[in-house]
């Protein structure tokens, strides 16, 4: 309608009757057909949303890097120059220790030195640049690296958010919804990890029942669990079940995140779970946890410096320990407010940042795991929406090839949104279709339409148009484009709004993949085992 109303006064006379005319006649048209344009619109918007996705982004647009090879250069050189010098902790982990020790490293006490290069080299010499992390619908797996792109949903809030009862502590119906809701997004590629915190479990078995609220209710690529050597364990046994032992040993089935104390610090508990994965040969991702002026100097340039020494040091033990194994280039940087202490997302120093990472992990060789849509926003509001954008634009324009808290994120990552999952999956499609290549087949360019046209008239009634009416242009699944009237008239709603129905809508139409019942028995029997396991565990501490 909105076309209609700004064109309603165009230099074609009877332009605004012909549109009007087309509009009603394709209408009455499609009802006789299929009940009418909006719903068959609907039906292709659900079966968009619901389940019928690409696995992830082949990019046909380039990227953006800020910095030349002196510059880079130059932080590499830094890098070298922090590990030789200063050195990184590996604190509470003998083993790690005897690792680095064995392979010539410097080591004194905890602190470890590496030789300028000495990282560097390790990593190139089997680290591989891209790989696949398999899913258990084949369908769904994802390539990681090259010219490839995936969105991942926010991680690790014990708190969720919606319209009708607010911000409150997440539990295990909150992890199993959005688990749904992520497995029906067609623009989300992967299942993630800790979609919430599910609070109303003990901590000691909350990885088992995410780890089969992924695998049962989901059939996309999803993460592993890091608190403790045990808890990876237990997830790398789960998808054994799954894929079977042998696949498992020869192939990517668990992408998990290891975050580095900045500045440069492993723990033992981070480096437990590496350890695990890196020896049953999944992907691991090094990702510093760095807020700039509190965890790393004020700087891009030296936070650049500091981070890529913290990933080459943890990259390069992936490798000792495995060659060959995945291995993962991450950061997560947020300049603070150093004025308040706060965090700051959306910023230009962040989109620096993630644009000079990617040229860094090109030149190791290995993929780069960044962050999307981030806000400091309680609520999904206008400072969630151009916080979020820009974070997650500058990270898709940086080219990153794994974008994690790409849906839902609010508070700081504190708190994951309902609202906010549909309203960044929609920006997600919209990155999407734009890295889409540009169609030119013989219907693309609609020779016929302009044989069809005379100068001066335009392409509505055209057979051209009519032929794609359906599927030109992107359309958002929860902009409002109409005009002012129609909008007032449907019940004047904000796109939260809109984004509350569309959640409950999905939920409430929701269809869990199918799913072998020898395996999903299997997985339950192991659950069942080591839940007792742990429990008569904990009764013997106690």
């Not at 090094?286 to 936070?303: E, K």
Request: hydrophobic share 40%.
């Amino acid at each position: 309608m909105n076309l209609f109303y700004i064109l309603r006064n165009s230099s074609h006379s009877n332009l605004s009757y012909t549109i009007l005319n087309v509009k009603s006649s394709t209408e009455k048209s499609a009802r006789r057909r299929t009940g009418g344009r909006q719903s068959k619109r609907e039906r292709r918007r659900q079966g968009k949303a619901f389940g019928n996705s690409s696995p992830y982004i082949q990019r046909h647009v380039g990227r953006i890097g800020l910095l030349d090879d002196a510059g880079l250069s130059l932080i590499e050189k830094n890098a070298d120059r922090i590990l030789d010098q200063i050195g990184m902790d590996f604190r509470d982990d003998p083993e790690t220790l005897d690792i680095f020790s064995q392979a010539g490293c410097r080591v004194s006490g905890e602190r470890v030195r590496f030789e300028p290069g000495f990282c560097r080299e390790v990593i190139q010499n089997s680290a591989p640049q891209q790989f696949t992390q398999y899913a258990r619908n084949p369908a769904r797996s994802v390539k990681i690296g090259g010219k490839n792109s995936l969105f991942c949903p926010s991680f690790g809030s014990p708190f969720v958010h919606d319209m009708d009862r607010g911000r409150r502590y997440s539990t295990c119906e909150d992890f199993e919804n959005l688990t749904r809701l992520h497995y029906m997004l067609d623009s989300v590629h992967h299942s993630g990890g800790v979609v919430c915190e599910p609070v109303d479990l003990p901590v000691s078995e909350r990885h088992l029942f995410m780890a089969k609220t992924h695998l049962k209710l989901s059939d996309k690529p999803f993460m592993g669990a890091v608190t403790a050597r045990e808890r990876a364990a237990d997830t790398v046994e789960m998808v054994r079940i799954v894929f079977g032992e042998k696949f498992v040993n020869e192939n990517c089935c668990l992408y998990s995140v290891v975050n580095t104390n900045a500045p440069l610090v492993l723990d033992a508990t981070m480096l437990e779970a590496l350890k695990v994965y890196a020896k049953a040969n999944q992907a691991v991702v090094v990702s510093p946890f760095v807020l700039g002026g509190a965890m790393s100097p004020v700087s891009v340039a030296a936070t650049l410096a500091q981070v890529l020494a913290e990933v080459l040091a943890g990259l390069c033990l992936i490798q000792l320990i495995r060659p060959g194994a995945p291995a993962v280039f991450g950061t997560f940087f947020s300049p603070i407010s150093l004025q308040s202490g706060a965090t700051t997302f959306g910023t230009p120093e962040g989109m620096q940042f993630q644009m000079c990472a990617r040229s860094l992990a090109d030149r190791l060789g290995v993929p780069l795991h960044s962050v999307g849509a981030l806000t400091a926003s309680k609520v999904p509001d206008a400072q969630a929406a151009y916080e979020s954008a820009t974070q997650l634009i500058g990270s898709f324009m940086a080219g990153t090839h794994f974008i994690i808290h790409a849906t839902g994120c609010l508070e700081s990552l504190l708190t994951v949104g309902y609202e906010k999952v549909i309203m960044d999956a929609d920006r997600c499609a919209m990155l999407a279709a734009f890295a889409d290549k540009v169609d030119l087949s013989d219907e693309a360019q609609a020779w016929d339409a302009f044989e069809e046209v005379e100068p001066g008239h335009h392409f509505l009634e055209a057979g051209h148009t009519q032929r794609n009416f359906e599927t030109a242009f992107f359309q958002s699944s929860v902009a409002d484009n109409k005009s002012f009237e129609q909008w007032q008239a449907e019940g004047s709603s904000w796109q939260h709004e809109r984004a509350n129905e569309t959640w409950k809508k999905m939920l409430n139409e929701y269809q869990p993949p199918p799913i072998e019942s020898d395996i999903a028995e299997a997985l339950d029997e192991f659950v069942l085992r080591r839940l007792k396991e742990i429990r008569t565990q904990q009764r013997g501490i106690q």
